[in-house]
């Protein structure tokens, strides 16, 4: 790996260290309360949980995109460039089912499947920008351990 790879590295392991020594961030119970709680066809919070459906108009497009297109040469630069992006819209189909769940039931049990697959689709993004702007075979190195430090911190 060449040095830009090492000193970002470093710069996030020294960050998930620092915030590792730090104690959990408690969430206010009043995060939970939305200013629109209508219930229609027995759904609480109806649209809030519907609204969750277009995650999944762009989510399984993009997957599709990521695998098939993402094949074909001229698409990316590196065809392994497409599996970040694959990453990115799993996480964002995931979404969909993770905050209408929480929506369905806002509480803090529910938030964290809320929020994990929002990280999963952040930290991919990470990894998206290291495969092309720094190096593909390091996007690809870290994808993995980005979304596991990006899960880990939401568990934490």
Do not use: C
Not at 2 to 31: D, K, M, T
Not at 108 to 120: A, E, F, G
Request: glycine share 8%.
């Amino acid at each position: 790996m060449n040095r830009r790879v090492w000193i970002l590295l470093g710069a996030v392991l020294a960050v998930v260290f620092i915030v590792y020594l730090l104690p959990p961030i408690p969430q206010s119970e009043s995060y939970h309360d939305f200013a629109d709680r209508r219930a229609f066809l027995g759904i609480p919070n109806f649209l809030n949980v519907a609204s969750n459906a277009l995650f999944l108009l762009v989510g399984l497009p993009g997957m599709w995109f990521a695998l098939r297109a993402g094949a074909k040469p001229g698409t990316f630069l590196d065809a392994r460039e497409r599996w970040p992006y694959f990453a990115f819209f799993v996480g964002v189909t995931l979404t969909a089912f993770g905050s209408a769940w929480y929506h369905w039931n806002p509480n803090d049990h529910t938030l964290v499947w809320d929020r994990i697959p929002m990280t999963i689709s952040f930290m991919s993004l990470v990894a998206v920008l290291v495969s092309e702007r720094i190096n593909v075979s390091a996007g690809l190195g870290l994808l993995l351990p980005l979304i596991a430090t990006g899960i880990g911190s939401v568990i934490y």
